[in-house]
């Protein structure tokens, strides 16, 4: 049987712009020869919709969508698609939800089998059992004289949750497997981040290892706020070894014929390219499909503005893209010469304000008040904000988005300005930490300078006073930036983090920093999901508090 695996990207609540790319798809499949396709969870409706499940009138758009693929798709060929059912549709008794994150199969203009996810993650950015119904039963059916059974994403992931220590109640693939599935397919909604590739590869060899069934996993690819699909279809054979691996970042159609016996592949995963290509398109998504077509943003001469403007030159064009200059009286030449050079480098646009006169205006305007009180980092604070003024000022009257350039290690200790620097639409960079952020920049200037080399070798400066240096307030950042991993990422504590080699009074200065600093965090703008934790959704902690610690 050929299978076509479809990876698109939907648009959370774009009921006719999905359902017009599903049934154009499903045709290029069926011409291909296929003679079933499988598109991601909840394709039809856009992952994840959150809580536009609880308006009835997105659940009524949902399914007028799924009545109009019944008309429209081909109607000789199989067709599994994501989407939302009412949960009575599956579970008539005993109801904690209406809906249900279900598959369907359709042919011949009728669903011929559904299947509701068992599994419901809670965890880091999911809180599926918020909006929906666990599966009361796993079920197969056959098409072609295959047996199939549909694991839709985490049923997939009981051996993961095992292997944690946590195994979940249910294992879907095991019940699928004991009613004689020949075949799984698991329709996904996974995000990315650098390794998962392998980690789902892995999931599904333990699947043939155990069982030995194919697996045909197809992942939506593009980005939903602040979360990056990567796509990357895959397929393992009954062995567990890797036959199918569509790209990454994507949409497009792979295809696997069972009948044929293909040689095992390697895994192609690249980290640092994964990662660009990850925000490239997070962040045009974020952009385009929020109406953006035009994007902003200040060029201090510093590495984080640097990478931000590489990503949006790639992500909308140079034409599109516009740098602002805003030298006070403590930007040093150097970083204005290296903005201008990068701006030239990328062919973006770029205009010089310097902020002198309203920074001194504001000086003189507190002045009176602030009689007799030392200055300090309310003065710096006030250059970032009337930053913040001209760039915002900019998006008022062009219509552009404004990107901020704050990376994971200043978001994490507060070494940034409310208001100021914080100002924008999109935190591009806030899920990279320091390191990666210069590991970055270098792999872009691998085989020619992108980024002006001075930029990335130059001591990293606010320059919001004189001689000014990140480390006169932090620690170097390859110490900051492990401290963090451990903290945030690994969720280990100081006492973990103190015996893995770290210095005990700089351990609890970061994770007093990181505390004190959430309340900047919380007036943070959205930022892009490339990491297993990232500040936002996936990781939510009181404003008030007596306790820091992670345990």
Known sequence: MKIA???????????????????????????????????????????????????????LENLKALDTLKSELPADLLVVVGCVLPAKALAPNGLEKDLINAAVALHGGQVVFEQAKTLLPTYDVF???????????????????????????????????RDNGNPYGIDPVAELAELGAQLILSPSASPFYPGKK????????????????????????????????????????????LVVQGPSFVEGLEF????????????????????????????????????????????????????????AQRAFGAENVQGFGMPSRYSSQGSIDDAKALAHNLGIPFDLIPIEGPFQAFLEALSPVFQGRPAD?????????????????????????????????????GYCTLYGDMAGGLGVIGDLFKTEVYALCE????????????????????????????????????????????????????????????????????????ALAEHKRWQAPPVLKVSPVSFGMGRRLPLVRSFFEMT
Request: one cysteine or more; charged letters at 25%.
């Open 127 to 161: 809180d599926e059992r918020r909006y929906f119904q666990s599966a009361n039963e796993r079920k197969v059916f056959s098409w072609k004289g295959v047996k199939i059974g549909i694991a839709i994403c985490e049923d997939l992931w009981w051996e993961v949750s």
């Open 443 to 514: 792999f872009l200037n691998r085989d020619r300078e992108v980024i002006p080399w001075n930029t990335i070798r130059k001591p990293p400066s606010a320059e919001l006073r004189p001689d000014q240096t990140d480390q006169d307030s932090l620690p170097p950042y390859e110490v900051l930036d492990r401290i963090l991993a451990a903290y945030i990422l690994e969720q280990k504590s100081s006492a973990e983090i103190v015996a893995g080699g770290e210095d005990p009074d700089t351990v609890k200065r970061v994770v007093r920093l990181t």
């Open 5 to 59: 695996l479809a990876q698109i990207n939907p648009k959370v609540g774009d009921f006719p712009g999905n359902t017009s790319l599903i049934v154009k798809r499903a045709r290029e499949a069926q011409a291909a020869g296929a003679e079933l396709v499988v598109f991601p969870e909840m394709a039809l409706c856009g992952y994840p919709p959150l809580d536009l499940l609880s308006f009835p009138s997105f659940v």
């Open 256 to 311: 696997w014929d069972s009948a044929l016996a293909l040689s095992p592949r390697p895994l192609v995963e690249v980290e640092l390219q994964d990662l660009l290509e990850a925000l490239v398109l997070g962040l045009g998504d974020y952009a385009r499909k929020s109406g953006f077509r035009k994007v902003h943003l200040g060029l201090s001469g510093g590495i984080d503005s640097a990478l931000v403007a590489v990503l």
């Open 377 to 413: 980092t309310t003065e710096e604070n006030l250059q970032a904000r009337v930053r913040g003024a001209y760039l915002m000022a900019w998006s008022n009257k062009t219509g552009s988005l404004l990107l901020t350039t704050g990376n994971k290690s200043e978001l994490a200790t």
């Open 198 to 241: 392998a980690v789902r590869t892995g999931i599904m060899a333990g699947v043939a290892q155990r069982f030995g069934i194919p697996v045909v996993y197809v992942n939506q690819v593009g980005g939903n706020d602040a979360l990056v699909f990567d796509g990357g279809a895959l397929v393992t054979d009954g062995r567990g070894h």
